[in-house]
């Protein structure tokens, strides 16, 4: 079981920033990679980006993802934040084939929202 547990959502004005965080712990060695969705609608998220354990990123929005590896988390920084942005964010953890494919696996955080006023 892989357990995650995500951080940085909040309140922001238009054009501002926000910072994620999603630490992942427990059997993290039957994952390679992790990902950010949004909820976009009562039973669907999106992919936003997702990143692989060497780097390799797939990357589906304007935000930037990245990772630290010691610490096993992965990030999310949201720059030029828009009202349309507002959602709340999940982190995933799964797997990345070699052609940058993400394969989503059924381990998620609890969601952090992410709020921005016009």
């Known amino acids: 079981q892989v357990h995650l547990v995500e951080s940085g959502g909040g309140l922001v004005q238009s054009g501002g920033s926000l910072r994620l965080s999603c630490a992942a712990s427990g059997s993290v060695s039957v994952i390679n990679a992790m990902a950010w969705y949004r909820r976009v609608s009562e039973k669907r998220r999106e992919m936003i980006a997702a990143?692989?354990?060497s780097d390799v990123e797939a990357v589906k929005g304007r935000f930037t993802v990245s990772r630290d590896g010691a610490k096993n988390t992965v990030y999310l920084q949201m720059n030029n934040l828009k009202p349309e942005d507002t959602a709340v964010y999940y982190c995933?953890?799964?797997?990345?084939?070699?052609?940058?494919?993400?394969?989503?696996?059924?381990?998620w955080g609890q969601g952090t929202q992410v709020t921005v006023s016009s």
């Open positions: 990143i692989s354990n």
């Open positions: 995933n953890a799964g797997i990345m084939s070699d052609s940058g494919t993400y394969y989503p696996r059924d381990y």
